[in-house]
């Protein structure tokens, strides 16, 4: 079915930045698209980005609140997915899931444990 | 953006109940609605997609319905590995949005 890891998460101070990965295992990293979400503490899961895969049309797509501070991107030759987060602020603090889209765009199906940053 | 507004926000609930959670669309979104069980300290799990299809190795007790605007995420006899807290998602339109989230905890 596949497996997710992500790495790269830890303490960093407001203003910022950090690099998270994920690598992928078990299944054609090409061909889907990845997301990154993301859940602070104590509550509810914020969609934080989107990568296309190789099938469909390309795109990404950020959620308001990181638009302009956050870059997605992968190496599919790596199976690796990362997000560079720049201008870090303190309600970005959260654990940061790496998912992968269905195969038919439809939601989320596999997903990382997660990497916690926090931003103090 | 799509709103998603999921209710209730907990419920208090024993082993064998039915429970239903509700998640509307501020729009229609067709069926483009998954459904996931989160439990403390994990990420998520897809539960069901597409509105009405069941993940495979979900137990056959999780079900959901609805279409356009409504949808519901059933637990028809609740067992104690059900005690979660349950997020409904729409893909049908950037940005993705969850729902708030619902809490089932033991009666």
């Known amino acids: 079915e596949g497996q997710l890891v992500e790495s790269g998460g830890g303490l960093v101070k407001p203003g910022g930045s950090l690099r998270l990965s994920c690598a992928s295992s078990g299944f054609t990293f090409t061909t889907y698209s990845m997301n990154w979400v993301r859940q602070a503490p104590g509550k509810g899961l914020e969609w934080v980005s989107s990568?296309?895969?190789?099938?469909?049309?390309?795109?990404?797509y950020y959620a308001d609140s990181v638009k302009g501070r956050f870059s997605i991107s992968r190496d599919n030759a790596k199976n690796s997915l990362f997000l560079q987060m720049n201008s870090l602020r303190a309600e970005d603090t959260a654990v940061y899931f790496c998912?992968?889209?269905?195969?038919?765009?439809?939601?989320?199906?596999?997903w990382g444990q997660g990497t916690t940053v926090t931003v103090s | 953006d799509i709103q998603m507004t999921q209710s209730p926000s907990s419920l208090s609930a024993s082993v064998g109940d039915r429970v239903t959670i509700t998640c509307r669309a501020s729009q229609g979104i067709r069926n483009d609605l998954a459904w996931y069980q989160q439990k403390p300290g994990k990420a998520p799990k897809r539960l069901i997609y597409v509105a009405s299809n069941l993940q495979s190795g979900v137990p056959s007790r999780f079900s959901g319905s609805g279409s356009g605007t409504e949808f519901t995420l059933t637990i028809s006899s609740l067992q104690p590995e059900d005690f979660a807290t349950y997020y409904c998602?729409?893909?049908?339109?950037?940005?993705?949005?969850f729902g708030q989230g619902t809490k089932v905890e033991v009666k």
């Open positions: 998912a992968r889209e269905g195969y038919y765009e439809d939601g989320m199906d596999v």
């Open positions: 990568i296309s895969g190789s099938r469909g049309r390309s795109y990404i």
């Open positions: 998602l729409q893909h049908n339109a950037y940005p993705r949005t």
